[in-house]
Nanobody
């Protein structure tokens, strides 16, 4: 599976961005999908995950209520709508696919990773 994230950019605090991640090489219907991010000088952290059928989602405490993850099985992609952005959201964002069927989305990992997209939030 090859993943390619896009949609990053520079935005002012309080603004919105929508990230997308398109897959090629294989359909994503059998994968749990997620977004992670790595801020400057910090380790990569979990952001959001969505279940195989899109009915269940899970978010980190830092983005819950501001970010929304979704998937489109037909278009073979995953999106992350980011609202009320804060400077601390500045990071490289990565999409990931987990080949396991998870009962707890908090345990998602990346079996496949996309090339990241940079989000910069100015104060």
């Amino acid at each position: 599976v090859q993943l390619q994230a896009s949609g990053g950019g520079l935005v002012q605090a309080g603004g919105s961005l929508r990230l997308s991640c398109v897959a090629s090489g294989r359909a994503l219907g059998s994968y749990t999908l997620a977004w992670f991010r790595r801020a400057p000088g910090k380790e990569r952290e979990f952001v959001a995950a969505v279940s195989l059928n899109g009915d269940s989602t899970h978010y980190s405490d830092s983005v819950r209520g501001r970010f929304y993850v979704s998937r489109d099985i037909v278009k073979n992609n995953i999106s992350l709508q980011m609202n009320s952005l804060k400077p601390e959201d500045t990071a490289v964002y990565y999409c990931a696919a987990d080949g396991r069927i998870l009962t707890n989305l908090a345990n998602v990992r990346g079996d496949y990773w996309g090339r990241g997209t940079l989000v910069t939030v100015s104060s």
